[in-house]
C-alpha cells in the first residue's frame, strides 16, 4: 500500500509538472495558438476575458492590466458603432525579425470595414514573451 502511495504521489507530480510546462512558448507554433485563443475570445465578443489571457501573458501588473482591458474593449465596441455588427475574425499575416521577434496580425471583420489587432513575441533564451499587443483601423496594417 505504501509503494502504491508513491507511485501515484509520483505520477501527480509528473502530469503537474506537465500541466505547467503547457504555458511556455518554445515554438513559434505556440505562440500562433496562444494568440489564436485570444482572436477566438475577440470573435465572441469577449473582450474582458481576451484582455485577461493577454495580461496573464504579459505579466501585466493589476493598475496596466485594467487600461489593456478598458482599453481592448472600449476600441471593439467603438467600432461595432462604427463599422456594425461584428462578423467574426480572420488571421492576416505573421513577419518575423530574425529568429527573436515575432508578430501575428489578425482582423477583426466588421459589417462594413475590418480592424486589426497584432501581437508581439520576443524569444527570451529557449521561449517566447508576449510584449505587446497593438490594434487600430488603419487597413495597410493588415497587408
Do not use: C
Amino acid at each position: 500500500m505504501k509503494h502504491l502511495s508513491i507511485v501515484l504521489l509520483l505520477l501527480l507530480s509528473v502530469n503537474i509538472s506537465s500541466i505547467a510546462q503547457t504555458k511556455e512558448m518554445i515554438a513559434p507554433e505556440d505562440a500562433s495558438r496562444l494568440t489564436d485563443d485570444i482572436m477566438m475570445l475577440v470573435g465572441k465578443s469577449k473582450a474582458k476575458e481576451a484582455a485577461k489571457l493577454i495580461n496573464e501573458n504579459m505579466g501585466k501588473k493589476k493598475d496596466a492590466a485594467k487600461k489593456m482591458e478598458a482599453g481592448l474593449s472600449d476600441f471593439l465596441d467603438d467600432n461595432a458603432k462604427k463599422f456594425g455588427k461584428l462578423q467574426g475574425v480572420s488571421y492576416a499575416k505573421q513577419e518575423e525579425a530574425g529568429r527573436f521577434l515575432i508578430k501575428f496580425t489578425h482582423a477583426v471583420l466588421y459589417d462594413k470595414q475590418p480592424v486589426w489587432l497584432s501581437f508581439s513575441y520576443y524569444k527570451t533564451g529557449k521561449t517566447y514573451q508576449l510584449i505587446s499587443v497593438n490594434w487600430g483601423d488603419d487597413l495597410q496594417q493588415l497587408f
